[in-house]
């Protein structure tokens, strides 16, 4: 540690480290994901990082969904409910009937003990509008049902959206409910948002949560297409979005237009309520030309398969407003592939950074990284009391270094692994490292292998 950072640590904020230790972080011995600052309670030379996925030929997932790693995913309209009854332990949700039909017409929720065989609930459950995508989630973190839908936002009102200059923008909604099964809401407000038409069903509008938005960090005439919100099936508390960010062509002045191109971006939360949106692309576009050249839209599904996730994206050649599924801009089914936790790492400058976590305290035996250093980089990790002093045994001086890139690296401090006398004691972990992304720590069981 740098004389400069060991005198912050030890003297500047000692007393006020000493004034939290009533509070630790309790990891116990799950894993914990660099998606945000929480674990990071002092650093220099850290930059929190989205690492974009690689693209690869589409793959079947057919035999991945079989895997016990995969049991229980949420994909698309379709999720697992494991507060309910056998019987109902998957639903989904579907929108249906003509936006004309304003008594009919609307989402709807089917459950099914198996994915196959589907019953609908009669009643719908949202008479709104929702074009876009449409997803819900059993969270038990809060023990209650989310829905997200796209939610529009007007900005020429009572004009329909054929009509409204400027045109009204996409946004993400939420709206929590204890019963999936019953209706989420009991009618329409007195002024519903009417983006069809007075004779049309009302979309979502801001009697509804908005979740994500573009804003004016963003280029002029953006909105979120889809959402791609899911709750991580492989960490408890960690929510991700992969909203299809829609830039739209400026209009033509002798026509209406909807048209532009579209990619995909990254959000992470701890609630599925707070989001921190990284800026550009997570999902790019291909060259000019090539099949995911013009458009790509993505979804909230993800398969694992060992220690990468697949996952699965729409896109044409061509912008939004050429005919999709057309000779001329045919649909394009493409897959990327992310690194196990890797969607977002806290990484160290080549000349060098280094970060203190706030005190957590855990049960668990050892201490293991997701952490790639490659050729040039390396880490070492340091456990400090209360205090911010270096515990005896594991020390900076006395930390192994790592080099390479890992999954599961373990840690060691003069070649020993053993962390299981500092169990239920506060302690902080201090990361020293060079040219090195860390994704995740865990402090592991020794039965354990995730």
């Known amino acids: 540690m740098s004389l400069k950072l060991r005198l912050f640590l030890g003297l500047t904020l000692g007393a006020t ?30 930059t929190l990082t989205m690492n974009p996925p690689v693209k690869r030929p589409r793959e079947d997932v057919g035999g991945l969904l079989g895997r016990p790693e995969n049991a229980e995913l949420d994909y698309g309209p379709v999720f ?33 003990p198996d994915r196959v065989h589907w019953t609908k609930v009669p009643e719908r459950v949202f008479p709104y509008w929702p074009d876009g995508e449409n997803t819900m989630m059993y969270d038990p973190n809060r023990g209650k049902y989310v829905a997200y839908f796209r939610q529009w936002v007007e900005r020429d009102p009572n004009k329909s959206y054929w009509e409204a200059d400027p045109l009204p923008l996409r946004t993400v909604g939420r709206l929590e409910v204890d019963d999936a099964l019953k209706p989420w809401v009991d009618g329409w407000p007195d002024d519903p948002t009417h983006i069809w038409g007075p004779n049309n069903l009302p979309a979502p509008g801001v009697e509804f949560d908005v ?18 919100i899911v709750r ?54 291909g060259p000019e030309g090539s099949p995911d050249g013009g458009c790509i839209y993505t979804s ?46 806290a990484d160290a400058a080549y000349e060098g950074g280094e970060l203190t976590t706030p005190l957590l305290v855990f049960d668990g035996d050892r201490l293991e990284l997701n952490v790639d250093a490659s050729a040039v980089g390396d880490v070492r990790v340091e456990i400090l009391d209360e205090d911010a002093q270096p515990l005896p045994g594991f020390s900076l001086a006395e930390a192994d270094m790592i080099h390479g890139n890992h999954l599961r690296k373990v840690v060691t401090w003069g070649g020993s692994e053993d962390v299981s006398a500092l169990r239920g004691r506060p302690i902080r972990l201090h990361f020293v490292m060079r040219a090195a992304k860390l994704y995740a720590f865990q402090f592991a069981m020794r039965e354990e292998a995730q």
């Open 17 to 46: 480290f000493s004034a939290h230790a009533a509070a630790p972080v309790d990891v116990g011995h799950a894993k914990q994901l660099f998606i945000d600052d929480r674990f990071i309670e002092s650093s220099e030379g850290i």
């Open 80 to 112: 697992s409910d494991p507060s309910a009854p056998p019987e109902q332990r998957w639903k989904k949700v579907i929108l249906e009937g003509k936006m004309s039909d304003r008594e009919g017409a609307g989402l709807f929720i089917y459950y099914s």
């Open 211 to 228: 979740v994500l938005a573009c804003d004016d960090q963003d280029p002029p005439e953006c909105d979120f297409y889809d959402h791609g």
């Open 232 to 285: 991580y099936p492989w960490v408890d508390d960690v929510y991700l979005a992969f909203p299809v960010l829609y830039r739209h062509f400026p209009d033509p002045p002798d026509r209406r237009a909807n048209d532009g191109l579209t990619d995909v971006q990254l959000a992470t939360s701890r609630d599925g309520i707070n989001w921190r949106r990284f800026r550009g692309s997570y999902i790019r576009l």
């Open 300 to 345: 909230r599904t993800m398969v694992r398969d060992g220690d990468e996730i697949r996952q699965y994206y729409t896109a044409y050649p061509l912008s939004h407003g050429t005919n999709a599924g057309s000779e001329d801009n045919p649909r394009f089914a493409g897959m990327v592939v992310q690194r196990l936790d890797g969607f977002v790492s």
